[in-house]
């Protein structure tokens, strides 16, 4: 056998190798669903809705960190004197219109489904219109996965709350008018 045989076989089998690798890993997915009847007007001010949790505040950090004008969870049920939507005799027209009056453009409400490992295995975003109430952008992320669930591959490739919220973030500034403070 000649010497560049073997160096080629050598490099045919690491290539179906790496590959056979990379088929079993996959980088984390974000899908974006934008109405196509709704209006994106400018928006001034984002409003975090409450029971966003965790993944609502890393994506208001983001934000805000990027400059941009954002209400807290915590402002956000200030705003509306500690009412909640599911509360009786609330609808959720009086609620946006209390929170329009403040002068939020929009809100958003955020939520994950955490595995085992403190990692989010997937999260969803949704912005309304203070106006009128549409749905201006649904987000869905899907966390990163290598391998067989809990394995060392598995544990590199998954990512955190925050790289999710700043992945999320990055689609939010990408696709809605949002404007820096």
Known sequence: MVKGDKKMKAFYWLTILGTLILIGCSGSKVSVTQSPDAEIKPIQRLAIMPDSGVLGDAIAKELLDRGLNITTEDETAAMVGGI???????????????????????????SARMAQDGRPDSASAQVLDTASGDSLMDIAWQNAWGGYGRSDADRVMRKSTSEAAQEIAKELITKLRLYQK
């Open 84 to 110: 909640r939507i599911d509360q009786l005799g609330v609808s959720v027209r009086q609620y946006y219109d209390a929170l329009r009056e403040k002068g939020v453009d929009a809100t958003l409400t955020a």
